[in-house]
């Protein structure tokens, strides 16, 4: 590891902050005219192995967020089948460079997930392109913000949002499931804007907020089989999407280190590094987790919340002692156990 990126740096600095220069683009968006760049760890992402031999299905992996996570998952070992729509196919053929480049199979699809058969039809050739889907990483979504309100909201705007934002992912999610093994996952990436809503993206936020609430039932529906079902909640992340539905020079200013989450940072992938650990098994015991509530190029904080709070009580209470001091007990590491939350006593 080069010294530079064992040295400590300041996140307020590291990456450009706004204003970004006026870019108003036609959606979906495209990554090359954007001012600044994204960064999807393309020079600096270092695989650990976490992912060896995975098979996993991405939607929504052409450019953003996606990109991202493809890239790291590949580094990781991972082969990667991921979805774009079709006006998309430059941004595709750049993910699959990307993959392909880390010596990992890449096969990019054409998909529109709010059709019910183009999902059965990418299920049906991720398992005949892979055997079975280790990891099923829901990304793809969309957004298109109206600063007038819910009057500017029109029932095709509402419709699109829902139908590409939850029946993808019902779809996907149900349709992936015979072909999960035990020890496999499910993420779902959901935002901020789920705990926080933005008016101007009630539609978007609203489709947010109902993730978060599905992956915590599913992940209780699949624990008895062995599958975990996680989500990433970033907060404001700088991808196509936003000067395509977005058009604010301040994008991100309000954030807590005054600029939105580059996808890249230091080692990993500041969107992309979450759902890496997640997917391995680092994270076997993170399960119906909505993620980190704000995520400012931070891979991810405090994730256990009180159920697995719950599992590790007895160590803590036997030991008198909170958090835990036994070296075991997940609850002694600070990086894992909110400072803020107390242990639920039985």
């Excluded at 599905?214 to 989500?231: C, E, H, K, W």
Aim: hydrophobic share 35%; charged share 20%; aromatic share 6%.
């Amino acid at each position: 590891m080069a010294a530079e990126e064992r040295d400590p740096e300041d996140p307020v600095s590291k990456h450009p902050q706004p204003e970004f220069p006026q870019q108003d683009q036609s959606h979906p968006g495209w990554t090359g005219p954007m001012d600044p760049p994204p960064d999807h760890g393309e020079e600096s992402y270092r695989g650990s192995g976490l992912l060896e031999g995975r098979k996993t299905v991405i939607t929504g992996g052409d450019s953003g967020i996606g990109r991202a996570v493809a890239l790291a998952f590949a580094r990781e070992g991972a082969d990667v089948l991921f979805t774009f729509l079709p006006a998309e196919e430059d941004e595709a053929a750049a993910t699959t460079r990307l993959v392909t480049e880390a010596s990992r199979s890449a096969v990019p699809i054409a998909c529109d997930i709010r059709e019910e058969e183009q999902c059965r039809l990418l299920v049906e050739r991720a398992v005949t392109e892979f055997g079975r889907i280790d990891i099923l990483v829901n990304n793809a979504a969309y957004q298109m913000s109206q600063p007038d309100g819910i009057p500017a909201i029109t029932t095709e705007q509402f419709d699109r949002v829902m139908r590409t934002n939850l029946y993808g992912m019902f779809w996907l999610s149900k349709m992936a499931l015979p072909h999960i093994p035990a020890g496999g996952c499910t993420i779902n990436t959901a935002a901020v804007q789920a705990y926080k809503p933005s008016p101007h993206l009630l539609d978007y936020a609203t489709t947010k907020g109902a993730i978060v609430t599905f992956t915590q039932g599913l992940a209780q529906m699949l624990a008895s089989d062995g599958i975990r079902v996680n989500a990433a909640a970033p907060g404001p992340v700088w991808t196509p999407l936003i000067p395509a539905t977005l058009p604010d020079t301040t994008f991100g200013k309000q954030a807590p280190l005054g600029r939105p989450a580059q996808l890249h940072h230091g080692r990993g992938a500041a969107a992309a590094q979450p759902q890496s650990t997640l997917a391995s098994q680092t994270a076997s015991a993170l399960h119906g987790q909505p993620g980190a509530r704000r995520v400012s190029d931070l891979a991810f904080a405090a994730w256990i919340d009180d159920r697995l709070h719950e599992q590790h009580r007895d160590c803590c209470v036997r030991a008198r002692a909170h958090p835990c001091t036994r070296e075991r007990c997940p609850a002694a590491r600070p990086t894992d156990f909110p400072r803020d939350r107390a242990l639920r006593r039985p």
